[in-house]
């Protein structure tokens, strides 16, 4: 029996070998019709014998192309139209529906091609084929066409078109083909914009070896680039970039190459190894090759294998590893073109190597790690972004979700999808948020997407919230919704694990507009997807001097301490942190307190972190966002299994004996270890309150790999499930995706 099906399938399916995959399916089961790009996703029509169609859709999930996922499939008959063979035709133009495919590193077939000095592309530096190479950072519009990519300006040769205009070639409708003749091309250009396109890459690597930072421009964006062996080349980046303690990534040639490094486990080697090639934090060694500047005063360092045949092609060179640190001035985006290269960090490197194919849209490298088994992220970019995540709920509604101020980025929900965007920064400057109203712009022409809602933090003073008030001012018939911010970190992880009931969620983080315009970040929360409860917190404190407390770590000490102690008591105190001010400066930060002169209230574990680093009395200097949670945790030590005291007082953790506690210590490996011990036991307590509910862990402070493992291991001594996110970050990164979350079920059809 004979007939002809009609199939629509969206997910990720362009961009990825889909089309010729389905062509060599068909065709093995001798059925005729055609399949196609379209704004949904591929449509297919298929016409043949009865068995044979039911045998294609049996197999074809079995062996899908590396890159490609399928979310949903309909199937529907339709009239028989008697083809007489299979055709992959051009796209047809619709609503766009279909998913933006990520930049993959390089894969193995090309990496053998371009190893091989028989091959046309042996040494080529933009080598790709469907399943590897650039996609989203050069993409302008959406169906995903090399005519809508900045590889329209470069012309395929006759043997470059042969490949991709055959289904059965790897590089069939590989957008980014190309090759000597008809590709790229790299060059080296200085300050004063004069190119040379000689022997560029043997040139690039002695500036390298000469002990001189320069840049390399990458996938989504350049990099800042010097030998990561050497202390004076590492020290001179690390003073031009004014970045005195925060940690620089590091890029090595291969695996082996971390014996003399870093440990890793099988997880972790599989995570860098990943087609994605994320960042990865690993524990460092005590005898390594680095530098001691990649990653002052921390026991860990972030490490990454090559993801671009360019980057291969310097490393196999220069046989070193090199820092991969993100070209840009602090707090402002990634730099993509060589003219605001030299225009912003002229006084840093006065030499470049680039290429002529432009990058459409910025993208950091992704940062993660494994614990316990677990990947968690704390920077979602290239390789994993954007990411959709396929829901159950549906509503007719467009939603835009405009995340928080740190960490930003956005994620829209249409149809059935939440589409999560690569990172973009924190909106602390005037080019990152008009990056971030770009990347709304671009997804918005990506989509053909105007919103019917849009969701924001509840903080009056956020940039993102201020763009949605703005937006509903042009907009009068656009709804917005002001989400809490803690309630969102908790919907993220509900997003990415699907989950529709009540859990206890744990929201540890540095700030957040708590409901009472306090700045929450300790919160225990009794969470669904409609509503929350606010059924635990740490004892609220003052920061004194706001902003400056967070970036003066004593100061959040100090008001703990006047919260326990009397004036006269702290001025006769010997206690290090106390002698570390004058009397005049105590009597002076006591009028503060009492008098509650810009003094926030927080109830925050991250600056609570601060106090404890404070504590520790190491003579060090915070820089960096975080820096006194990796601090305590390079101090912990596994074999210390005691923790300090704590009393929950109506849902209030109380802390004052803990602190007492630690002023009687004279170890800091004793105070950071009890210190963790004791927020892992917080934890638990809570957890038991609560135990017929699944425990959610969310927030920066969980980026804590030490307290982490601690929380895990007893959550499974107590037979307690919890979640972390696998996929998406555990910090503010992922605060919109929450808020999209929380807008679908409110707005269901």
Same mark, same amino acid.
């Given at each position: 029996?004979?007939?002809?099906?009609?199939?629509?399938?969206?997910?990720?399916?362009?961009?990825?070998?889909?089309?010729?995959?389905?062509?060599?399916?068909?065709?093995?089961?001798?059925?005729?019709?055609?399949?196609?790009?379209?704004?949904?996703?591929?449509?297919?029509?298929?016409?043949?014998?009865?068995?044979?169609?039911?045998?294609?859709?049996?197999?074809?999930?079995?062996?899908?192309?590396?890159?490609?996922?399928?979310?949903?499939?309909?199937?529907?008959?339709?009239?028989?139209?008697?083809?007489?063979?299979?055709?992959?035709?051009?796209?047809?133009?619709?609503?766009?529906?279909?998913?933006?495919?990520?930049?993959?590193?390089?894969?193995?077939?090309?990496?053998?091609?371009?190893?091989?000095?028989?091959?046309?592309?042996?040494?080529?530096?933009?080598?790709?084929?469907?399943?590897?190479?650039?996609?989203?950072?050069?993409?302008?519009?959406?169906?995903?066409?090399?005519?809508?990519?900045?590889?329209?300006?470069?012309?395929?040769?006759?043997?470059?078109?042969?490949?991709?205009?055959?289904?059965?070639?790897?590089?069939?409708?590989?957008?980014?083909?190309?090759?000597?003749?008809?590709?790229?091309?790299?060059?080296?250009?200085?300050?004063?914009?004069?190119?040379?396109?000689?022997?560029?890459?043997?040139?690039?690597?002695?500036?390298?070896?000469?002990?001189?930072?320069?840049?390399?421009?990458?996938?989504?964006?350049?990099?800042?680039?010097?030998?990561?062996?050497?202390?004076?080349?590492?020290?001179?980046?690390?003073?031009?970039?004014?970045?005195?303690?925060?940690?620089?990534?590091?890029?090595?040639?291969?695996?082996?190459?971390?014996?003399?490094?870093?440990?890793?486990?099988?997880?972790?080697?599989?995570?860098?190894?990943?087609?994605?090639?994320?960042?990865?934090?690993?524990?460092?060694?005590?005898?390594?090759?680095?530098?001691?500047?990649?990653?002052?005063?921390?026991?860990?360092?972030?490490?990454?294998?090559? @993801? #671009? +045949?360019?980057?291969?092609?310097?490393?196999? =060179?220069?046989? &070193?590893? !090199?820092? $991969?640190?993100? %070209? *840009?001035?602090?707090?402002?985006?990634?730099?993509?073109?060589?003219?605001?290269?030299?225009?912003?960090?002229?006084?840093?490197?006065?030499?470049?190597?680039?290429?002529?194919?432009?990058?459409?849209?910025?993208?950091?490298?992704?940062?993660?790690?494994?614990?316990?088994?677990?990947?968690?992220?704390?920077?979602?970019?290239?390789? @994993? #972004? +954007?990411?959709?995540?396929?829901?159950?709920? =549906?509503?007719? &509604?467009? !939603?835009? $979700?405009?995340? %928080? *101020?740190?960490?930003?980025?956005?994620?829209?929900?249409?149809?059935?999808?939440?589409?999560?965007?690569?990172?973009?920064?924190?909106?602390?400057?005037?080019?990152?948020?008009?990056?971030?109203?770009?990347?709304?712009?671009?997804?918005?022409?990506?989509?053909?997407?105007?919103?019917?809602?849009?969701?924001?933090?509840?903080?009056?003073?956020?940039?993102?919230?201020?763009?949605?008030?703005?937006?509903?001012? &042009?907009?009068?018939?656009?709804?917005?919704?002001?989400?809490?911010?803690?309630?969102?970190?908790?919907?993220?992880?509900?997003?990415?694990?699907?989950?529709?009931?009540?859990?206890?969620?744990?929201?540890?983080?540095?700030?957040?507009?708590?409901?009472?315009?306090?700045?929450?970040?300790?919160?225990?929360?009794?969470?669904?997807?409609?509503?929350?409860?606010?059924?635990?917190?740490?004892?609220?404190?003052?920061?004194?001097?706001?902003?400056?407390?967070? &970036?003066?770590?004593?100061?959040?000490?100090?008001?703990?301490?006047?919260?326990?102690?009397?004036?006269?008591?702290?001025?006769?105190?010997?206690?290090?942190?106390?002698?570390?001010?004058?009397?005049?400066?105590?009597?002076?930060?006591?009028?503060?307190?009492?008098?509650?002169?810009?003094?926030?209230?927080?109830?925050?574990?991250?600056?609570?972190?601060?106090?404890?680093?404070?504590?520790?009395?190491?003579?060090?200097?915070?820089?960096?966002?975080?820096?006194?949670?990796?601090?305590?945790?390079?101090?912990?030590?596994?074999?210390?299994?005691?923790?300090?005291?704590?009393?929950?007082?109506?849902?209030?953790?109380?802390?004052?004996?803990?602190?007492?506690?630690?002023?009687?210590?004279?170890?800091?490996?004793?105070?950071?270890?009890?210190?963790?011990?004791?927020?892992?036991?917080?934890?638990?307590?809570?957890?038991?309150?609560?135990?017929?509910?699944?425990?959610?862990?969310?927030?920066?402070?969980?980026?804590?790999?030490?307290?982490?493992?601690?929380?895990?291991?007893?959550?499974?001594?107590?037979?307690?499930?919890?979640?972390?996110?696998?996929?998406?970050?555990?910090?503010?990164?992922?605060?919109?995706?929450?808020?999209?979350?929380?807008?679908?079920?409110?707005?269901?059809?």
């Amino acid at each position: 029996m004979k007939k002809r099906v009609s199939v629509d399938i969206c997910g990720l399916v362009q961009g990825v070998g889909f089309r010729p995959y389905i062509y060599r399916l068909a065709n093995s089961f001798t059925l005729n019709g055609f399949v196609c790009n379209n704004g949904n996703g591929v449509k297919i029509e298929l016409e043949g014998d009865l068995k044979n169609i039911d045998n294609f859709f049996k197999s074809l999930n079995q062996n899908l192309p590396p890159l490609a996922r399928i979310d949903s499939l309909i199937k529907k008959d339709i009239e028989l139209k008697n083809d007489t063979e299979f055709l992959i035709i051009n796209s047809k133009t619709t609503n766009i529906k279909t998913l933006i495919p990520n930049d993959i590193s390089i894969c193995k077939d090309c990496l053998a091609e371009m190893e091989d000095s028989s091959n046309r592309r042996y040494k080529y530096p933009f080598i790709n084929c469907t399943n590897c190479g650039v996609r989203y950072t050069i993409i302008d519009s959406l169906p995903y066409d090399r005519a809508k990519t900045s590889m329209n300006k470069f012309k395929m040769c006759k043997n470059c078109e042969d490949e991709y205009k055959n289904p059965e070639n790897r590089r069939y409708h590989a957008q980014p083909i190309s090759c000597f003749e008809c590709g790229p091309k790299l060059s080296l250009v200085t300050k004063d914009l004069n190119y040379d396109y000689n022997d560029v890459i043997n040139k690039i690597v002695e500036k390298i070896k000469d002990g001189e930072s320069v840049a390399i421009k990458g996938v989504g964006g350049f990099h800042l680039v010097c030998d990561a062996t050497n202390d004076k080349a590492v020290h001179n980046l690390r003073d031009k970039k004014q970045r005195l303690t925060k940690p620089f990534a590091v890029m090595v040639d291969k695996i082996s190459t971390l014996e003399n490094i870093a440990y890793t486990d099988k997880k972790e080697i599989e995570l860098l190894e990943s087609k994605e090639r994320p960042v990865v934090l690993l524990d460092k060694k005590d005898d390594n090759i680095l530098s001691d500047f990649i990653a002052p005063n921390i026991d860990k360092v972030g490490i990454f294998l090559p @993801y #671009t +045949p360019l980057h291969i092609l310097i490393l196999e =060179k220069l046989k &070193k590893p !090199i820092v $991969a640190t993100s %070209a *840009n001035i602090s707090s402002e985006p990634i730099i993509v073109d060589e003219v605001e290269l030299f225009s912003k960090l002229s006084h840093i490197v006065d030499i470049a190597l680039t290429y002529d194919r432009d990058i459409l849209h910025r993208c950091d490298d992704s940062v993660g790690a494994v614990v316990d088994g677990q990947t968690i992220f704390y920077r979602l970019g290239r390789g @994993y #972004t +954007p990411i959709s995540l396929y829901t159950k709920t =549906k509503s007719s &509604k467009r !939603i835009l $979700a405009l995340g %928080a *101020n740190q960490k930003s980025n956005i994620t829209l929900y249409l149809d059935g999808n939440l589409i999560h965007s690569p990172y973009i920064g924190d909106l602390n400057s005037l080019e990152t948020i008009e990056y971030f109203e770009k990347t709304v712009e671009d997804f918005k022409k990506f989509y053909n997407f105007t919103p019917d809602i849009i969701v924001c933090d509840k903080h009056p003073n956020y940039e993102s919230t201020k763009y949605a008030k703005n937006y509903k001012e &042009k907009n009068p018939n656009v709804e917005i919704i002001f989400l809490q911010h803690h309630y969102a970190h908790a919907l993220s992880v509900m997003a990415e694990k699907q989950i529709d009931k009540e859990v206890l969620a744990f929201c540890f983080d540095g700030t957040g507009y708590g409901d009472d315009g306090k700045l929450w970040g300790g919160e225990i929360l009794l969470a669904s997807t409609k509503e929350y409860k606010r059924v635990g917190n740490f004892k609220e404190f003052l920061l004194l001097g706001g902003e400056k407390a967070i &970036k003066e770590p004593n100061r959040v000490a100090l008001s703990l301490l006047f919260d326990i102690f009397s004036k006269d008591e702290i001025l006769k105190s010997t206690n290090n942190l106390v002698k570390s001010y004058s009397q005049l400066e105590l009597n002076t930060l006591h009028t503060i307190y009492t008098k509650k002169l810009n003094t926030p209230t927080s109830s925050s574990v991250g600056r609570i972190f601060d106090a404890i680093f404070a504590f520790m009395d190491l003579d060090m200097e915070l820089s960096y966002e975080g820096e006194s949670g990796l601090i305590i945790e390079s101090y912990c030590e596994d074999s210390i299994e005691k923790s300090y005291s704590f009393r929950v007082v109506d849902g209030v953790v109380e802390y004052k004996e803990m602190i007492l506690e630690i002023m009687k210590e004279k170890d800091s490996s004793l105070i950071a270890s009890k210190f963790l011990n004791t927020l892992a036991k917080i934890v638990v307590y809570f957890s038991k309150e609560y135990k017929n509910l699944d425990v959610i862990l969310c927030g920066g402070v969980f980026q804590n790999v030490t307290l982490l493992k601690k929380v895990m291991k007893l959550l499974d001594e107590e037979q307690i499930n919890y979640y972390i996110q696998n996929q998406t970050s555990l910090n503010d990164g992922s605060i919109s995706l929450g808020q999209a979350y929380f807008a679908t079920y409110k707005k269901k059809n």
